[in-house]
């Protein structure tokens, strides 16, 4: 059973940082792109930044240069450092492999919020 766990969301005011960190499990986590996701009251979730197994990056335009995605293999973790925030930020964070679908094992996903 896959479990994806994240966490290091919180409330911070615009322009600060965070990291984000994501634990997988009972997947086979070194052949998988993985995603940061996140969706924002009322909005769909959206893919914000992803990972090859080999560590090609890729972000959407709203968060290149301010957020960095990175991965362990070893050690099954994803993380996405946030920086320069925004209040337009604000959303429930997620991670999950890239091919994941809206019925697939989510994890409970962590909250951002950015005050202006």
């Known amino acids: 059973q896959v479990q994806l766990v994240e966490s290091g969301g919180g409330l911070v005011q615009a322009g600060g940082s965070l990291r984000l960190s994501c634990a997988a499990s009972?997947?086979?986590?070194?052949?998988?792109?993985m995603g940061w996701y996140r969706q924002a009251p009322g909005k769909q979730r959206e893919l914000v930044a992803s990972i090859m197994s080999a560590g090609g990056t890729n972000y959407v335009d709203s968060v290149k240069g301010r957020f960095t995605i990175s991965r362990d293999n070893a050690r099954n973790m994803v993380w996405l450092q946030m920086n320069s925030l925004r209040p337009e930020d604000t959303a429930v964070y997620y991670c999950a492999p890239t091919w994941y679908g809206p019925l697939d094992d989510w994890g409970q996903g962590t909250q951002v919020t950015v005050a202006s």
């Open positions: 009972g997947i086979a986590f070194s052949r998988y792109a």
